[in-house]
């Protein structure tokens, strides 16, 4: 039974937790700020306001369980008592208590951003493919010939399996030259597309970032270092393609900067119209793609690449 003197003076039962004895202040295992100031006391809109107002009256004229009839109505009443951590005041209604019209277009604001989110997520995961502005001209480059420049992920240094460049030559007839360097950062971008493209392959394959999360590199960085690779690439004619990162699943913070990377290289590859390898929109979560460190690919997740380098492609 909930101690009157609490709930004549404003005070409801604490939302996370419980009363410690009937003489005492209730307590929420949250800590005080649960209990907010008279003043700050959050007030419950329309009907539900004047409720909580008309109860705190009969607990003050010790009317409560007068008859049957007021007791239900309590019935009714206490889950407008229970869904917070504060009641309204008697003296500071007119201050702060919300409308329902208020309260209703706040929810449509609320409803309105989220739509709007998720209509920027849709837009980055359906627009991964920019090929369509892309040239097909490879001018004096060998058509059977690409060439594939990164990491440790490139280069199939910690899968005991074929790297992604061998299994998309399988896939494509053609030859794929693996030019992935262990440790690389996305800074070595510019040089390797050098050597890269001194094989003169039509397509030069591009996916650095890996190692930036480590580094906690800024991803506007990441993606003008990528970019110096891709305009390299078109100034010889070759056509560029750019892959998105895997996830991490060890890590929230290392995804959220994998998610930022990704973000700015499809931002920069449709500003220089280079091709994107869907890598990540591909692995989705990572589940069973990654290798125990939570960040290689494992044999599956190699050939999700290749297939995703592969779809860009073709």
């Known amino acids: ?84 951590c504060g009641g309204s005041d008697d003296n500071n209604n007119d201050d702060t208590a919300m409308t329902d019209d208020a309260a209703m277009a706040d929810d449509s604001s609320m409803a309105a951003d989220d739509s709007s989110q998720a209509a920027d997520d849709s837009s980055s995961s359906d627009n991964d493919d920019s090929s369509s502005s892309v040239s097909n001209d490879i001018g004096n480059n060998d058509p059977n010939v690409l060439a594939a420049i990164g990491d440790s992920i490139t280069a199939g240094s910690e899968n005991p399996g074929p790297p992604y460049p061998s299994r998309l030559s399988g896939i494509l007839g053609k030859k794929v030259l693996n030019l992935g360097e262990p440790g690389a950062l996305s800074s070595a971008a510019s040089g390797a597309a050098g050597s890269a493209l001194g094989r003169s392959p039509s397509y030069l394959l591009v996916m650095f970032g890996t190692n930036d999360v ?63 390898a869907r890598v990540n929109s591909e692995f989705g979560s990572g589940s069973g793609l990654l290798n125990e460190d939570g960040f290689h690919p494992n044999d599956t997740g190699t050939q999700v690449i290749a297939f995703a380098f592969a779809d860009a492609i073709r």
């Open 1 to 84: 039974m909930i101690n009157n003197q609490f709930l004549a003076r404003g005070i409801v039962p604490p939302r996370h937790g419980g009363w410690r004895g009937m003489d005492k202040e209730p307590q929420c295992r949250f800590g005080k700020k649960c209990l907010q100031p008279r003043d700050k006391r959050v007030a419950y809109p329309g009907v539900l306001n004047k409720g909580v107002e008309q109860m705190k009256k009969l607990i003050r004229t010790n009317s409560v369980l007068s008859d049957t009839r007021t007791l239900l109505g309590i019935l009714l009443i206490a889950p407008a008592l229970i869904m917070g």
């Open 214 to 276: 480590f580094r906690e590199i800024p991803s506007s960085t990441v993606a003008s270092n990528v970019g110096a690779a891709v305009k390299k690439a078109k100034a010889n004619r070759t056509i560029p393609v750019v892959g998105t990162i895997p996830p991490f699943t060890r890590s929230t913070f290392q995804n959220g900067l994998v998610a930022s990377i990704n973000s700015r290289l499809r931002a920069m590859a449709s500003s220089e119209g280079a091709r994107v």
